[in-house]
């Protein structure tokens, strides 16, 4: 079945580096755009960062722009987001999210990594 | 990039139906009908409830449906079931190609 799969989450110290992968399943991952997309405790989501098809065109929330990096493999079916200079404020739940353009919706979501910023 | 404004909570009785807002810009719900909503159980990963405004994806009750009218966009739930109580979270694509989300909605039964 359709699934994604989120992994690299963890404790971090601020200024710290964490990297997070995403593995697609069930699905042809170059057939579609993709996104992550987080959830600090208790708040609302916040959409951070998308990739086109082949990785041409990528954005970012400018609360992680300079940041934050987001990749992708497609031969290995996998999305990735490089994460640099963590603070406390980017403690949250992370998913990876596949954006279909057809319907420019967010419609198939991992079940999250967490990451903690914190010393 | 300025969250989208949803009502913090919003409540209704078994069986009746319930309206929530997504009040946007001329920058994003204005312009485009990208809007799409999600719904989130507790601990759970959100689910896509209704894309382009107004479509519901396969599998999706015809109880929730979506609207806009200028820079607001709005969804329905109606004959309101305990499984509805969740958060809900509009989101649409903007002018800088960017996506931004509503500062969702908690939906309580009475």
């Known amino acids: 079945q359709v699934q994604l799969v989120e992994s690299g989450g963890g404790l971090v110290k601020p200024g710290g580096s964490l990297r997070l992968s995403c593995a697609a399943s069930?699905?042809?991952?170059?057939?579609?755009?993709m996104s992550w997309i987080r959830q600090a405790p208790g708040k609302g989501l916040e959409w951070v960062s998308y990739?086109?098809?082949?990785?041409?065109?990528?954005y970012y929330a400018d609360s992680v722009k300079g940041r934050f990096t987001i990749s992708r493999d497609n031969a290995k079916n996998s999305l990735y987001l490089q994460m640099y200079s963590l603070r406390a404020e980017d403690t949250a739940v992370y998913y990876c999210v596949r954006l279909d353009r057809s319907s420019d919706a967010f419609d198939i979501w991992g079940q999250g990594t967490v990451v903690t910023v914190s010393s | 990039q300025s969250a989208l404004t949803q009502p913090a909570s919003v409540s209704g009785s078994p069986g009746q139906s319930i309206t929530i807002s997504c009040s946007g810009s001329s920058s994003d719900v204005g312009v485009y009908d990208y809007v799409s909503w999600y719904q989130q159980h507790p601990g759970k990963a959100p689910k896509l409830i209704i894309y382009?405004?107004?479509n519901r994806p396969s599998g999706v009750s015809n109880r929730f449906s979506g609207s806009k009218s200028g820079n607001t966009a709005s969804l329905t739930i109606s004959g309101l079931q305990a499984e509805d109580e969740a958060d809900y979270y509009c989101t649409s694509y903007t002018t800088s190609s960017l996506y931004v989300f509503g500062t969702g909605t908690k939906v309580t039964l009475l």
């Open positions: 382009h405004v107004a």
């Open positions: 069930g699905f042809t991952l170059s057939d579609y755009y």
């Open positions: 990739i086109s098809y082949s990785g041409n065109a990528i």
